[in-house]
Every structure is written in C-alpha cells, then in structure tokens.
C-alpha cells in the first residue's frame, strides 16, 4: 500500500538554527497533510495543517510548504528552541484515511 | 494542557493479567480512536468510534476489545497479551470521523507486558 515517510530518523541542529524536516508522499490523490510534534512522554500535537490547493503556509515559526509535483512536504522551523526537542510526524489524509510517517527525532544542541 | 485524557499512563501486566486502558474526551468530539506506537514505526490505527459505533477495526487481535459507552469515553481491554503488544497506546478524538478533521491525542498508556 502507499505510505507516508520521512526521510530522516534523527536530525541535529544548533540552537538558534532553523529546522528542515522534510517527508515524501507517495499518494497522489491526498488532499490534506498535517505535521504533528511529540514530545518526550506525551502524546502527538497538531502543529500546522495544509492543503493540497496550497504549497506553502505558515504559523508561528513554523512554516509548511507542500511540493505537489514530486510529492514532497516540509516543516521548517526558525530559530531553533530547546523547546522543539521532539519528534515530527508528518500525515496525509486521503482515500484511506489519515495515515502517519515514521517521525524524525529533532535534537537540538546548545 | 490536553482536552483527552489517558488512564493509567504506565501498565504493566503478565500475558495472563486482564486489564483496561481508559480514555476520556473533554472537547465534544464524536469520534474517538485507539492508535498504537512502537518504537521505530508510524502510528497504527487500532479502532475508531463515531457517535459511540465501531466504524473500523484494522485487523486487531481479539486479545484487545474496545468498549465506547458514550461519545466521552473509550477503553481498551487487554487479556492474554503477548511480549509484543508492549506499546504506547494512544487515544485520540476528533470533532467527526470525515478523515479532513485535527485528532486531538491523549498522553498515551505505556504498556509493558511481561
């Protein structure tokens, strides 16, 4: 079946830094992707949500931009904070639902 | 701070133990769903509820039995498990079950099974 991954398990990035945490899709036909975070001993939380009618948006340091022609998604993040210490999910909603990548392990060094 | 809360957050149990994680929802969502975690893999779909009726059940052993008396809450029951059901369990909601909606998650359970 498709399936939604990441290309990186683990990224390390100096504090103060922007994050690029990239994942590839693999269905064409998805119309909604959503990056979530996970801290340590928590559960997943929704960061910043995009369409497939947009390629790029952005919040509160993050920003999402989505690749259509090679099926591509981004999160980046600016001025990196200890406080984003955590592992980012990236889903896509289709067909079959709302399936998750694997996640990539965000660490930040002083 | 979370609208959906998970009870216990750590479990551990023998493969004999009978147990239940429990899930409440305070966001009047009206769907509700049980997803597993292991290390090293994406999250997986167990089971989801909306307006209280199994929607999905993703080829689940029957060692793990939902229950979802009200829209609010959600457990899972857990008997005869293996080794490799050790997991974070994580419950979720959402406002429908239309698959274009945020999931809100619990902490998770941590299980341990012996």
């Known amino acids: 079946g498709e399936s939604v991954g990441l290309h990186l398990p683990t990224l390390s990035v100096q504090e103060g830094d922007n994050s690029i945490i990239n994942c590839a899709y693999s269905?064409?036909?998805?119309?909604?992707f959503i990056w979530y975070k996970q801290e340590s001993g928590k559960g997943p939380q929704f960061i910043i949500d995009i369409r497939s009618n947009m390629d790029k948006r952005q919040g509160q340091r993050v920003t999402v931009l989505l690749n259509k022609t090679v099926k591509h998604l981004s999160l980046q993040i600016a001025a990196t904070q200890p406080g984003d210490s955590a592992v980012y999910f990236c889903a896509e909603i289709g067909a079959d639902g709302l399936t998750f990548g694997k996640g990539t392990h965000l660490i930040i060094q002083p | 701070e979370t609208g959906v809360t998970q009870t216990p957050r750590h479990l551990v149990m023998g493969m004999t133990n009978k147990k239940s994680l429990k899930c409440e929802q305070h966001l009047g969502h009206n769907a509700m769903y049980w997803y597993k975690q292991s290390a090293k893999k994406p999250l997986e779909l167990m089971f989801v509820y909306s307006l209280e009726e199994r929607v999905e059940n993703n080829s689940v052993p029957s060692r793990f039995s939902p229950e979802c008396p009200n829209s609010s809450h959600l457990f899972l029951h857990l008997h005869t498990l293996q080794p490799e059901d050790s997991a974070l369990y994580l419950c979720?909601?959402?406002?429908?079950?239309?698959?274009?909606?945020?999931?809100?998650f619990g902490e998770g359970s941590r299980l341990t099974v012996l």
């Open positions: 979720a909601s959402s406002q429908e079950r239309d698959n274009t909606g945020e999931l809100f």
């Open positions: 269905n064409s036909a998805s119309d909604y």
